[in-house]
């Protein structure tokens, strides 16, 4: 089975005054970079990570890595286009499914993206989607019966993946990643997750 995973990487973190958040360090590794090889880890297809604000930073973190690196001129649109690029990258290929993971996610790990694997195969249902925050909320990491992808390709604006999980509930499935509500979209949520991190080490 093949399943390409798209790493969406094209923002500008505007609450972060413009500091990438792709660039934060984790691990003693960038961010980009760490989700970029926990991806590649899997072996279950190509990894895209699409790029767009600040490209050629990311361009140079990522430079020595086997990865689809497309850029999104569009990435101010927001996260429908970086979509559509992602999946452009893969039009002369075929795969049985796509999993869509964004960078801001720290809490991430390949043992939740095999999870999600298994869990298709075990259900067979079309969209499997990591279940976080509000109950019932389904949400990104998230993988997708290649099907899905004329209904990513008609998406716009500032809307992404859990729309399409919202529309198809009845053929969804969800796996729990309580610690997928974290992400790191101001100051004060790097300041919590960096406090965290260090006190489990």
Known sequence: MTIPILLLAAGASTRLEGKPKQLLPYKDKSLIRYMAEMA????????????????????????????????????????????????NALADQSFDAFLVLLTDQPHVTADLLRQLIHTRQQTGRGIVASRYGEPGNLGVPALFDSRYQDAFMRLSGDVGARKLIQQHADDCEGVPF??????????????NWQASSQSQQ
Do not use: C
Not at 60 to 79: H, I, Q, S, V
Not at 178 to 191: C, E, S, Y
């Open 40 to 87: 590649l880890s899997l072996q279950t297809g190509p990894v895209v990570v699409v790029l767009g604000a600040q490209h050629e930073r990311m361009t140079a973190e990522l430079a020595d890595l086997n990865l689809l690196t497309p850029f999104n001129a569009d990435w101010p649109e927001g996260m429908a286009s970086s979509l559509r690029v992602g999946l």
């Open 178 to 191: 309580p610690l997928g509500a974290i992400d790191l979209d101001t100051w004060q949520d790097v300041r």
